[in-house]
């Protein structure tokens, strides 16, 4: 049972991330801050673009899909655990 609970508490943390990476993002862009692209912290279909996988936003099939980005602020990329400014293979 400990076992459930821990794992609803890591996808509940997840999609807590991915819920509040696009207003992040769309509240930056009209801020005028720079934004980065940061590869591998997206959910399912909440993705910006990706770098060859499929052809743009909101068509991540994969959580954490390394070839997948969401833009962040500068700099909170590598605050982010599996957060990578460079695109990996998706697999």
């Known amino acids: ?3 459930r609970n821990f794992a609803a508490k890591i ?3 997840a999609a807590g991330i991915a819920a509040v990476a696009t207003p992040i993002a769309a509240n930056a862009q009209t801020s005028g801050a720079k934004l980065e692209k940061c590869y591998g ?3 399912i279909g909440r993705n910006d673009c990706a770098a060859g996988t499929h052809s743009c936003a909101g068509q991540a099939t994969m959580a954490r899909d ?3 980005f969401v833009l962040l602020p500068t700099g909170d990329c590598s605050k982010i655990a599996g957060g990578s400014l460079t695109p990996g293979k998706a697999s």
């Open 1 to 3: 049972m400990e076992r």
């Open 41 to 43: 912290i997206n959910a």
């Open 11 to 13: 996808l509940a943390a």
């Open 66 to 68: 390394p070839a997948s």
